[in-house]
């Protein structure tokens, strides 16, 4: 590409196989094209039209680091590209990013969860009596470094089970805390999570009914008010916290326990639990106060603050990934549906909230940032080119 330099985050992505066959189409370099289209999503654009537009209205800036010697690619171009190239060589490529970029954190909370991308469903295909299906896209969410550290598609909720175990084998969790929502829990995930020396904190419901009343039952003989009052039947570490904010007044109690060897002779395929928890919330709003207990199972010691810390922290890929994506990418609103792009766009939605918080150095909240790179070539070149997460490390 003569002398021109790609964003250290592009180069990632410089290698990909050009899907594309030898025809007229291809005379537009598969980097431009990816490069735009990431630009473009990553300022607001959410279909075809607008990754065009955006190219044209920045064509002067991006011809300082892209060549262009043929001009910007019209909308087919990056929805035939877009279509064809495989969401997991894309998804392979930002992992080797995430992988130089990330802090070794100790004791890193990594929560899975899924996110059905909604918009892709509400309209019919153009073959009549076909809809479009939704795709689920289960993630696994670094809370302490705020990053994606991968992304696995699945066609439904009920199939994040299987999903699960795929996205383990793609990340290294080695020291880590896993957090999981009551879908996932499931004593072969445990077992694979410890195999890789890391630890978990499965949510309880119904869906593991007897070994949800059994701790249930447990935790029926105490209560917070009156913590004497039974404590004597049961043994437990706990902590609380207290929050006020927007005239909501919310106390959550924690316990945990790590008199487990009853559960083991009860459910012998549940080795890895070392100790069960409860979390009770009570949310006072003034009119009226609500109080609702959640149950727990883990692989961790009785450690009261690790597991208030790590029951938290799950909640981060919901009000910190979820939560932006449709309320700054309206997300849910996306028409594009086919082929590979929608998984495609999603992780590029990803990859631009990464970017958006790199910035340490605003008082701006995410959604002001996004705005700022879509609004100011200057501030979005500050971030992929000058920013600590921008420069590729060396090799040593």
């Known amino acids: 590409m003569g002398s021109t330099k790609l964003p250290p985050l592009m180069e990632y992505f410089a290698n990909i196989e050009d899907p594309r066959r030898e025809t007229k189409n291809k005379k537009y370099p598969l980097i431009e094209v990816i490069v735009i289209a990431f630009l473009a999503v990553m300022s607001g654009a959410d279909g075809w039209e607008s990754i065009e537009r955006y190219g044209i209205m920045r064509k002067k800036w991006l011809g300082t680091f892209l060549d262009l010697t043929e001009g910007i690619p019209k909308h087919d171009v990056y929805r035939r590209v877009l279509c064809a190239i495989r969401s997991e060589l894309l998804e392979s490529c930002f992992m080797n ?9 100790k004791r890193e909370v990594i929560a899975i969860d899924g996110k059905t991308v909604r918009g892709m469903a509400t309209e019919s295909r153009f073959k009549a009596g076909t809809e479009a299906k939704a795709i689920h896209l289960v993630s696994a969410w670094a809370t302490e470094n705020q990053l994606v550290f991968a992304q696995v598609k699945t066609d439904e909720k009920s199939n994040e089970i299987t999903a699960i175990p795929a996205l383990l084998e793609q990340i290294a969790i080695a020291g880590c805390i896993v957090t999981i929502d009551a879908m996932g829990c499931q004593h072969e995930i445990a077992d694979k999570i410890v195999k890789k020396q890391a630890d978990y904190v499965f949510s309880l419901k119904g869906n593991q009914e007897t070994l ?5 039952g447990y935790w029926d003989m105490l209560d917070f008010n009156k913590p004497g009052a039974k404590a004597k039947y049961i043994t437990f570490r706990s902590t609380s916290t207290y929050e006020e904010k927007h005239g909501r007044k919310e106390t959550r109690d924690y316990a945990v326990s790590d008199d487990v060897a009853w559960l083991h002779k009860q459910f012998p395929k549940w080795q890895s639990i070392h100790s069960i928890g409860v979390v009770e919330s009570t949310r006072d709003t003034g009119a009226e106060a609500k109080t609702e207990r959640r149950y727990f199972v883990s ?3 009785a450690d009261e603050k690790l597991f208030a810390h790590s029951v938290r922290a799950h909640w981060g890929i919901e009000n910190r990934l979820h939560y932006m994506l449709d309320v700054i990418y309206r997300e849910d609103a996306c028409r594009v549906r086919k082929d590979y792009s929608p998984r495609t766009l999603a992780l590029i939605r990803k990859i631009a909230l990464t970017i958006a918080r790199s910035d340490k150095e605003s008082k701006t909240s995410v959604r002001g940032r996004v705005q700022q790179m879509a609004w100011s070539e200057d501030y979005l070149e500050s971030l992929l080119f000058r920013s600590d997460f921008a420069s590729v490390p060396q090799a040593s």
């Open 97 to 105: 990013w995430v992988r130089d970029i990330k802090q070794d954190i």
């Open 212 to 216: 949800h009343e059994a701790v249930k």
């Open 299 to 301: 692989s961790l010691g």
